[in-house]
């Protein structure tokens, strides 16, 4: 079999062909896999015959699971959570704002792998938005004062007891789990070099990112608000369509993702693995 990757076209994104994963990869696959997903950011495996032993095999080849905070994994799967919506299920969308994943931790994933278990036959794609063009694009004068600032990220608005997804009013059928650790902090460049490639680009953003080290929190707050409307600007932008049997698996370090609705009165499901973070 040959690998092909096609890419997208657009901000992000390629489609890979000619591979079983199914099968464990030999050393030279897996180094053809990682060359184009550090080149396009979001690779999509479609037409896969694979379950959740294949997705593990498949994220331990690219580093290892990563620590999953705050989700109950599926039963049986240490390290598989599900990405779930039920048909008639009415509480918001999973992961709708930007984010990139648990970019509050000390040592966040360096990717996510999300397997295909149940698509909707439309919507529900996931948007990539690629940080490095997000980078590039800005004016320089811009860039200069963005450079060197410090975020201060938590996980408190989403999964602290009073966060998102601990509202009582609202029922996911996802098994989510808010904790009191959610209250910490971690601080992370904002526009950190990409550890595998040295790009410059942003990382994560508002919501996740909660304050800039060293500023007035309205100020932080009114920037970070600026800069995550350039960050998800619709030309850094790609839209991942979904197929019954496809893996998509991304860069937190270089673009951030969101989940869109528009499956009403549809299931859908996914396996979520995390990779670790790259430690070179
Ligand atoms: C996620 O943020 O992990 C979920 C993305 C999606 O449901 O499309």
Redesign the pocket.
């Known amino acids: 079999m040959t690998l092909r990757v096609e890419p997208s076209g657009g901000a992000c994104g390629a489609r890979v062909t000619g591979i079983d994963l199914s099968q464990p990869l030999d050393p030279e696959t897996i180094a053809e896999i990682r060359k184009a997903w550090l080149e396009h950011h979001v690779l999509a495996f479609p037409d896969q015959a694979i379950g959740d032993d294949d997705l593990e095999r498949f994220t331990l080849a690219f580093g290892g699971f990563g620590e999953d905070p705050f989700f109950a994994p599926i039963p049986g799967r240490e390290h598989i959570a599900a990405?779930r919506?039920e048909a008639e299920e009415t509480s918001p969308?999973?992961?709708e704002n930007w984010?990139a994943?648990w970019s509050f931790r000390e040592h966040p994933p360096a990717g996510?792998c999300?397997m295909a278990v149940d698509i909707p036959p439309h919507g529900?794609?996931?948007?990539f938005a690629n940080q490095h063009l997000a980078w590039d694009m800005l004016p320089e004068v811009r860039k200069a004062e963005l450079a060197d600032l410090i975020a201060v990220h938590s996980a408190r608005l989403a999964y602290s007891p009073e966060g998102t997804y601990a509202a009582r009013d609202k029922q996911w059928s996802m098994d989510i789990r808010p904790g009191e650790a959610a209250y910490a902090t971690q601080t992370h460049p904002l526009v950190p070099a990409h550890p595998e490639t040295g790009r410059r680009g942003f990382y994560s953003t508002l919501g996740y990112i909660i304050g800039i080290e060293g500023m007035a929190q309205d100020r932080a707050i009114a920037l970070l608000r600026e800069v995550q409307q350039w960050q998800g600007d619709e030309p850094f932008v790609f839209a991942?369509k979904?197929e019954p049997g496809m893996l998509v698996m991304w860069d937190n370090r270089s673009v951030l993702?969101?989940?869109?609705g528009g499956y009403e009165g549809h299931r859908?499901e996914?396996h979520?693995t995390t990779i670790a973070a790259w430690r070179g």
């Open positions: 990405i919506r969308i999973f992961a984010h994943d996510t999300l529900g794609d996931t948007h991942q979904w993702h969101r989940a869109t859908r996914l979520r």
